[in-house]
């Protein structure tokens, strides 16, 4: 039986490989068309290197030049030694086109909904059914939305996991004067075909093994990564906290599923941080920052991901910066407007 693995490149782009049982994963990838950079096969150049983020594998030869113990401690790894112990995500330092990866995949989806979960905020469903196989993505990553009657695209986090019938749902933050914005308002009707291209982005899960805590911290739409990775993460006793970050406590959007995580994981926590609260408001107010536990970050290893507004994002890294909380891995999304 193989594994899939998917091959993650620093231009964003990633491709889905199958990995038979036994075979090398450089030897994989040039099999399915993508020429990863190789030298002596034989894993004493280091060409080949990469890194893998999430999965089991093991290595035959790997030299003492080619990657220290430190490296292989980072789950530093030559493609041209590795094999597969179970589905994994591989990183690579260089960009897809070095090794003539092609394009991403283009499909087309029909629109089966279009709802507003709050006054600035709509969950788009989209039918992706027609094809054929399964889309693959990692939970945490976006597909790229080409706006229809346009050559302009906005780029969207799936708010699920992976799904056998392929249905598809992104959460979105309606901006009256955006491209998107206006569509989706005006123009959006159910039945539409609308072309999509996935799966992009590095903001994904990692391996975490020893079940390390992990913060996953949202502003605003930026929850959507977090919805993907919670219904892709298998139930467990691991420490979650979700903190969720608007302005008004109205723009809180899919309560009901989030409180369901509770279900899943025994010890998962909901931090919902409203700026601009109502009066009535019971709960955590002004930003996230101010509501982060600084001892219980440094009591233990843990993973963070921030997902949304830039300045959310620097506000975090600051206050891990300013309080020397080191302990952590950190990873984010910024959601910069697309070029
Ligand atoms: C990797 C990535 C993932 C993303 N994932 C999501 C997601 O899951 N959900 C989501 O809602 N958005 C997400 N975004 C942002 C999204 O791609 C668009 O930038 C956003 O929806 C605005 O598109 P628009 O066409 O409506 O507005 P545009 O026509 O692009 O912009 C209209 C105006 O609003 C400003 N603007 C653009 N973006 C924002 C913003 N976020 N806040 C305030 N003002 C803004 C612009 O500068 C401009 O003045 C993501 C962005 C990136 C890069
Ligand atoms: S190609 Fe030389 S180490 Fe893999």
Redesign the pocket.
Known sequence: MGHSAALNFADGKTFFIDVQEQEFLLDAAVRQGITLPLDCREGVCATCQGRCDAGQYEQDYVDEDALTEQDLADRKILACQTRLKSNAAFYFDHASSFCQAGEALKIEAIVTDLEWVSDETVLLKLDASQHSAQIQFLAGQ?ARIY?PETH?Y????F?HAPQANNQLQ??????P??????FLKSHCQIGQSIELEIP??S?YLRENEAKRPRYFIAG???L??FLSMLDQMPASDQIIHLYYAVRHEEHLCEQARIHSYTKKFSRFEYHPVISQPSEHWQGLKGYVQEHLETEQLHAHHFEMYVCG?PTLVEAIKSHLADHQIENGEFFS??????A
């Open positions: 976006y706006i302009e906005r780029a969207y986090s708010a992104f959460l979105i933050r309606y901006l004067e955006g491209l998107m914005g206006r992009f982005g903001f605003g739409t930026g959507s990564a507004p999304e910024k959601f910069i407007a697309a």
